[in-house]
């Protein structure tokens, strides 16, 4: 069965650094989304990205924060300056497209730890 | 207040039923979701209701009640792999965008 990839598993960064997280949707999917889980509280949606841009994006999502789909498989988050509070588990998820707004797969996630 | 409610935490045993509540804001709802969550693990999908009733889909179903801003999820013939937190989510514009309730954490016992 397909299924929504992300790597790494774990990061760990230095305050102020540039991070990019990875995942690679499933294939025939049309829309992205970004989501983040602080530990111990509930998952914060971050971004939705559909025809190569963002659709709508949360509060948390400021200006430090980008996504991409560089090519036709891979799907990244980029924050670019790394604060502390950004410590978290970032999941990606996807759906295929049409107006079936149920099911999102979300991927393994990626946990990020800045120190 | 917060835009969806549900209980924190369920304990039931084995081969038992579990009823777990939401409640909603109504303002922006396309619909309902039920996520299930394994510690360290990705949400992953267990039912949806777009429309008033009830969807069963194996041991689990999901009712929902768009006058009353209210649905539940019904985990019967409880397993011990079923310990795991239960979210609430609703889907709030076209685009897809998903909102998560603070979770329930069920815990199955022998």
């Known amino acids: 069965e397909p299924e929504v990839t992300q790597t790494p598993s774990h990061q760990v960064t230095q305050m102020g650094q540039e991070v990019i997280l990875r995942c690679v949707p499933i294939?025939?999917?049309?829309?992205f989304y970004w989501y983040r889980q602080i530990l111990g509280q509930k998952v914060e949606f971050l971004v939705s990205?559909?025809?190569?841009?963002?659709?709508?994006k949360s509060e948390i999502f400021d200006d430090q924060f980008s996504v991409e789909r560089p090519d036709g498989s891979n799907f990244t988050l980029k924050i670019r300056s790394t604060k502390l509070e950004d410590s978290a588990m970032y999941f990606c998820a996807s759906r295929p497209g049409g107006t079936n707004l149920d099911t999102q797969y979300f991927g393994p996630g990626t946990r990020l730890t800045v120190l | 207040g917060q835009s969806l409610e549900q209980p924190s935490e369920v304990t039931a045993v084995e081969g038992a039923i579990v009823q777990i509540n939401c409640t909603y804001q109504t303002s922006g709802f396309y619909g309902l979701s039920w996520y299930q969550q394994h510690d360290g693990g990705a949400p992953t999908f267990l039912s949806y209701?777009?429309?008033?009733g009830l969807e069963e889909t194996g041991r689990f179903s999901s009712f929902l009640s768009r006058s009353d801003s209210y649905g539940y999820l019904l985990l019967q013939e409880l397993q011990m792999k079923d310990s795991a937190s239960y979210f609430c989510v609703r889907t709030t514009d076209s685009w897809g965008k998903l909102q998560f309730g603070a979770g329930t954490q069920v815990v199955v016992t022998p």
């Open positions: 294939s025939n999917h049309l829309y």
């Open positions: 990205f559909y025809n190569n841009e963002i659709s709508e």
């Open positions: 209701n777009a429309l008033d």
